[in-house]
């Protein structure tokens, strides 16, 4: 079976003890808390993108950021199609985060992140996100994007 790749990002502001997640209000994913990003365009770098992204849907300007991860997520009913997810983090940025057409941003302590109202992969890699590690993955979603099978380990590099 051959594979296609989308290569995309999540971006995530962790300003500790909050972290700021947005509500997303139309399209893939809608009605879940989740990061900021989406694809990365032709002859865009994924960091470039993420930058994009942040400023699209949250209006907020990043100045620096770190890679944390890169997940690949596939569902059953379109197997062979990859989601290659880079995951960074905010390090340095300028601007309030205000509300766009696609996103509705809130600020959460980490003791209340709404997991039951995110992608339900989050539970898994999040905690790695949140205490600095590095780390790759792989995701499997089924019916109502129940999670099949998973694999997630931290990394030294990516």
Same mark, same amino acid.
Request: aromatic share 14%; proline share 4%; glycine share 10%.
């Given at each position: 079976?051959?594979?296609t790749r989308?290569v995309?990002?999540?971006?995530l502001?962790h300003?500790?003890p909050?972290?700021l997640?947005?509500?997303?209000?139309?399209?893939?994913?809608?009605?879940?808390?989740?990061? *900021?990003?989406?694809?990365?365009?032709? =002859? &865009?770098?994924v !960091?470039?993108a993420?930058? +994009?992204?942040m400023?699209?849907?949250?209006g907020?300007?990043v100045k620096?950021l770190e890679?944390?991860g890169?997940l690949?997520f596939?569902?059953n009913?379109k197997r062979g199609e990859?989601l290659e997810v880079?995951? *960074?983090?905010?390090?340095?940025?300028f =601007? &309030?985060?205000? !509300?766009?057409?696609?996103? +509705?941003?809130a600020?959460?302590?980490?003791d209340e992140?709404?997991?039951?109202?995110?992608?339900?992969?989050d539970?898994?890699?999040?905690?790695?996100?949140?205490r600095?590690?590095?780390?790759?993955?792989?995701?499997?979603f089924?019916?109502g994007?129940?999670?099949?099978?998973? !694999?997630?380990?931290?990394?030294q590099?990516l």
């Open positions: 079976m051959s594979e989308k995309m990002t999540i971006c502001i300003d500790h909050k972290v997640l947005g509500m997303k209000k139309r399209g893939f994913g809608a009605g879940r808390w989740n990061g *900021f990003g989406g694809k990365v365009n032709e =002859g &865009e770098t !960091e470039e993420a930058k +994009r992204e400023l699209e849907e949250v907020i300007t620096s890679r944390r890169v690949d596939e569902f009913a990859i880079h995951i *960074f983090k905010v390090l340095d940025y =601007g &309030e985060p205000v !509300e766009s057409e696609e996103m +509705r941003p600020w959460f302590n980490l992140i709404p997991f039951t109202e995110m992608w339900p992969d539970i898994h890699w999040f905690p790695l996100f949140l600095g590690s590095k780390f790759k993955g792989y995701f499997l089924g019916e994007d129940s999670v099949l099978e998973r !694999e997630l380990q931290e990394v590099v």
